[in-house]
């Protein structure tokens, strides 16, 4: 059942617009003429930001299909960042991860697991009216929920099950989280000999997995109860996270090219068919910003890195974040991009403190783990 907590968001800066008066002041019976009128604002202009202790500035247009929503940032430690829908500034959150849900009506958060705690859960928070419903998922010595996945109707939440073995995190299987229902079901798969991990493959019902094989990796699509459905060909290496590589229907998924490893392929996920093979600026694909667009963190030049969306040709059109080399490589961006959100009032707690989406129930922690 959910529970209906206070919800509240920061209140917005108030602010007060003086009256300008102009005085036309006659000299010699004739009136100075009138300045030039302002240009109007260019709606291709891209607003920008900087986000807190970092160098990189996020670039944003009002017509772009995803913003920026989540990210982390090493600096002495891992810090978490979140941007509720409906507001401007990022806000540091005391959880283990945070994932909003594809149309920003909810927002999964993994609480840290604390001494005396014997499950690992799941909080989710409906942003319409703050209601929360918690769900327990995993018990130690399966490791605390990770690679956080929105199925792409938002019904469903995903993660991989890991477990230490031999002194490396080895994926055991999946969970499947109802959201409707407040269950988790635990799925084994077994042959696993990695840590990476499951995602959803474009659609609410087929979970992809990438798994390391010598002849390279090879993506395998399951059903929700584990049974393989069908084995995609193999990509070049570097894949290591397949969120938001498959298409939204899952009709393509993206990776590096087999033969060539500086090329990305874009592969029909029924055929195999390759579709699409071009080099671009690109490093590492964190997904799909259209049907035509991809983005992904691009190699440095003069110094600089960062985001950028290219097309299907490796063409660059658009730049998102900016930042140093050394930034890039502290920031962690994957599945921090989301449909943009529709406007949404901005609701304000009595105490104008932090959200109660983004507050821990308990044993606020400082640290991103």
């Not at 007060?16 to 291709?44: F, N, Q, R, S």
């Amino acid at each position: 059942m959910f529970t209906a907590p206070k919800l509240g968001f920061r209140s917005p800066g108030v602010v007060t617009a003086g009256i300008a008066l102009v005085v036309l002041v006659a000299v010699g019976g004739v009136a100075p003429p009138e300045p030039p009128a302002a240009p109007a604002p260019d709606p291709e202009r891209p607003s920008t930001f900087t986000l807190a202790d970092t160098d990189a500035v996020v670039h944003e247009r009002p017509q772009d299909p995803l913003s920026l929503a989540t990210y982390s940032y090493y600096g002495d430690h891992w810090d978490l960042h979140y941007r509720p829908p409906g507001t401007a500034a990022f806000l540091s959150v005391a959880y283990h991860r945070i994932a909003p849900d594809p149309a920003h009506d909810q927002v999964a958060k993994i609480p840290f697991l604390y001494e005396g705690d014997k499950t690992y859960s799941v909080e989710i928070t409906r942003l319409s009216d703050g209601a929360t419903v918690t769900v327990p998922t995993t018990i130690p010595p399966t490791l605390s929920p990770t690679y956080l996945d929105w199925s792409p109707g938002g019904g469903k939440l995903l993660f991989t099950s890991l477990e230490i073995v031999e002194g490396n995190r080895q994926a055991r299987g999946f969970v499947v989280v109802d959201v409707a229902t407040g269950t988790a079901q635990t799925v084994e798969v077994p042959d696993l000999n990695s840590e990476d991990a499951f995602a959803w493959a474009g659609t609410d019902d087929q979970i992809a997995f990438v798994a390391g094989e010598d002849k390279g990796p090879t993506p395998t699509i399951y059903d929700l109860r584990g049974k393989v459905l069908r084995t995609l060909p193999h990509t070049g290496t570097g894949l290591d996270d397949p969120r938001d590589l498959f298409s939204a229907g899952g009709r393509a998924f993206v990776a590096r090219c087999p033969a060539h490893q500086l090329s990305h392929c874009v592969w029909d996920s029924t055929t195999g068919a390759v579709l699409h093979e071009f080099e671009s600026a690109c490093d590492s694909v964190l997904g799909w910003w259209d049907a035509t667009h991809l983005y992904c963190t691009a190699m440095p030049a003069d110094d600089k890195s960062g985001v950028v969306v290219v097309d299907l040709t490796g063409a660059t059109t658009q730049t998102l974040i900016t930042a140093s080399y050394e930034e890039t490589e502290n920031l962690y961006l994957k599945g921090g991009y989301q449909l943009r959100p529709p406007p949404r009032p901005v609701l304000v707690g009595p105490d104008h403190h932090v959200p109660s989406v983004i507050r821990p129930d308990h044993h606020a922690h400082p640290r991103m783990a």
